[in-house]
């Protein structure tokens, strides 16, 4: 039962000549007949203001032969077309009135996904009230976990948690805004908590000052959280794989994100609905001939290339994670990343499916019938793998 019906205002209503009326647009767009006119007055009407028996008294006065049952059943089908809006939910909601001014854009971006949220009883205000109660943890707090960080504020996430133990230095600054030249040599995590005490004073941010280097470590980071994003690469290989077995056990969904020179990649796991980082490998070793040359190649001789990311291309690819990380949290549109690794071409802007790999149900990570064989075989690809953080001032190009 709508209260009071807006007609949401992301779309436009065209008149044309042969009275027929264009609602919507793009992937969005309706005709409908209109003889009288009639029906465009009433969207002009629908402004949110009024009842359907408001809407039939201002009405029936220019166009006598319109029922109260004629205004809800066009009220109706506009609604499930996905065009209504029903502002009385603004009172029962449980953002106060300064969040829904706040994330008043959020919301109208959320409008446009009514239809599928009317299937689960939800609507734009419920996506947003979402992500205000949502607990997400950043690991890292470089690039990606800095821009993502600015993108939990945009949402309205208001508990977060990051974990870094990191100082921010002169070459930070290229892409890392949270931080200014006063911060160099401060805390990254003070700094951001510093910093969206003035942006975001709702926010409660949880600064662990730790590094990842045990998977006890990862284990203990995530507990409570919605989301985790994964924003650190060292130590390689193991970082994503300790994340992704502490994300499994406690079932918290995980976002990866990285970049090279020319593409990123990023790649979302869902405990129990998608494969994991394990089933990767595993399905891998089984597909691909020379995987366990590969990995044992990149074990034996790291190649750790100094950072070449430029603010524009960071910016995309952490975009892209804040987008999953939206979709995951709201149920507004499927996933692309979940399960698969996506490849964004820095240059050109496609993305490709690189790797597509299903929940192995004998993972001895995720699977439900975890097999000892499957474990050796994992145990075998990594067992040799000393991990060392390279340090920046070793590197000399920091
Ligand atoms: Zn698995």
Same mark, same amino acid.
């Given at each position: 039962?709508?209260?009071?019906?807006?007609?949401?205002?992301?779309?436009?209503?065209?008149?044309?000549?042969?009275?027929?009326?264009?609602?919507?647009?793009?992937?969005?767009?309706?005709?409908?007949?209109?003889?009288?006119?009639?029906?465009?007055?009433?969207?002009?009407?629908?402004? #949110? &203001?009024?009842?359907?028996?408001? +809407?039939?008294?201002?009405?029936? %006065? *220019?166009?006598?032969? =319109?029922?109260?049952?004629?205004?809800?059943?066009?009220?109706?089908?506009?609604?499930?077309?996905?065009?209504?809006?029903d502002?009385?939910i603004?009172?029962?909601?449980?953002?106060?009135?300064?969040?829904?001014?706040?994330?008043?854009?959020?919301?109208?971006?959320?409008?446009?996904?009514s239809e599928q949220l009317a299937i689960v009883n939800e609507h734009?205000m419920t996506?947003?009230?979402?992500?205000?109660?949502?607990?997400?943890?950043?690991?890292?707090?470089?690039?990606? #976990? &800095?821009?993502?960080?600015?993108? +939990?504020?945009?949402?309205?996430? %208001? *508990?977060?948690?990051? =974990?870094?133990?990191?100082?921010?230095?002169?070459?930070?600054?290229?892409?890392?805004?949270?931080?200014?030249?006063?911060?160099?040599?401060?805390?990254?995590?003070?700094?951001?908590?510093?910093?969206?005490?003035?942006?975001?004073?709702?926010?409660?941010?949880?600064?662990?000052?730790?590094?990842?280097?045990?998977?006890?470590?990862?284990?203990?980071?995530?507990?409570?959280?919605?989301?985790?994003?994964?924003?650190?690469?060292?130590?390689?290989?193991?970082?994503?794989?300790?994340?992704?077995?502490?994300?499994?056990?406690?079932?918290?969904?995980?976002?990866?994100?990285?970049?090279?020179?020319?593409?990123?990649?990023?790649?979302?796991?869902?405990?129990?609905?998608?494969?994991?980082?394990?089933?990767?490998?595993?399905?891998?070793?089984?597909?691909?001939?020379?995987?366990?040359?590969?990995?044992?190649?990149?074990?034996?001789?790291?190649?750790?290339?100094?950072?070449?990311?430029?603010?524009?291309?960071?910016?995309?690819?952490?975009?892209?994670?804040?987008?999953?990380?939206?979709?995951?949290?709201?149920g507004?549109?499927?996933?692309?990343?979940?399960?698969?690794?996506?490849?964004?071409?820095?240059?050109?802007?496609?993305?490709?499916?690189?790797?597509?790999?299903?929940?192995?149900?004998?993972?001895?990570?995720?699977?439900?019938?975890?097999?000892?064989?499957?474990?050796?075989?994992?145990?075998?690809?990594?067992?040799?793998?000393?991990?060392?953080?390279?340090?920046?001032?070793?590197?000399?190009?920091?």
């Amino acid at each position: 039962m709508l209260h009071r019906p807006m007609f949401n205002p992301l779309y436009p209503i065209k008149q044309n000549d042969e009275n027929i009326l264009s609602i919507g647009q793009d992937s969005k767009l309706y005709e409908l007949e209109d003889k009288d006119g009639a029906i465009f007055t009433l969207l002009t009407m629908l402004d #949110g &203001s009024k009842t359907t028996s408001q +809407l039939h008294d201002g009405l029936r %006065k *220019k166009f006598p032969h =319109v029922t109260l049952e004629d205004i809800q059943q066009v009220i109706q089908a506009l609604n499930e077309l996905g065009f209504i809006i029903d502002l009385s939910i603004k009172e029962t909601s449980s953002l106060s009135s300064y969040e829904q001014e706040r994330f008043k854009a959020n919301i109208h971006f959320f409008s446009h996904f009514s239809e599928q949220l009317a299937i689960v009883n939800e609507h734009a205000m419920t996506s947003q009230e979402k992500l205000c109660s949502s607990t997400v943890t950043i690991i890292g707090m470089g690039g990606f #976990g &800095s821009s993502v960080l600015f993108n +939990l504020a945009g949402l309205g996430i %208001k *508990k977060v948690r990051i =974990v870094d133990f990191d100082t921010v230095s002169l070459s930070n600054l290229n892409r890392q805004f949270l931080f200014n030249e006063k911060d160099i040599g401060k805390k990254k995590i003070n700094v951001a908590q510093t910093f969206m005490q003035d942006f975001y004073s709702n926010m409660q941010i949880e600064a662990v000052d730790k590094q990842i280097n045990h998977p006890e470590v990862a284990e203990e980071v995530i507990v409570g959280s919605d989301v985790v994003v994964l924003a650190a690469d060292q130590p390689t290989i193991l970082l994503q794989r300790w994340v992704n077995s502490a994300c499994v056990n406690q079932g918290i969904p995980f976002i990866g994100g990285g970049i090279a020179i020319d593409h990123g990649q990023i790649s979302t796991v869902i405990p129990k609905q998608t494969g994991c980082v394990d089933c990767m490998h595993l399905h891998r070793l089984q597909n691909m001939s020379i995987y366990r040359q590969h990995i044992q190649s990149s074990i034996e001789t790291p190649f750790t290339p100094p950072n070449m990311a430029t603010p524009s291309n960071l910016m995309m690819v952490a975009g892209m994670i804040g987008s999953e990380l939206t979709k995951l949290l709201t149920g507004i549109a499927p996933l692309q990343s979940n399960g698969k690794v996506i490849y964004f071409n820095l240059l050109t802007f496609k993305t490709e499916i690189i790797g597509d790999w299903p929940r192995m149900i004998s993972c001895p990570t995720c699977g439900d019938q975890p097999d000892s064989s499957f474990k050796e075989q994992l145990q075998s690809l990594f067992t040799d793998q000393q991990y060392t953080f390279m340090k920046k001032e070793e590197l000399g190009w920091n």
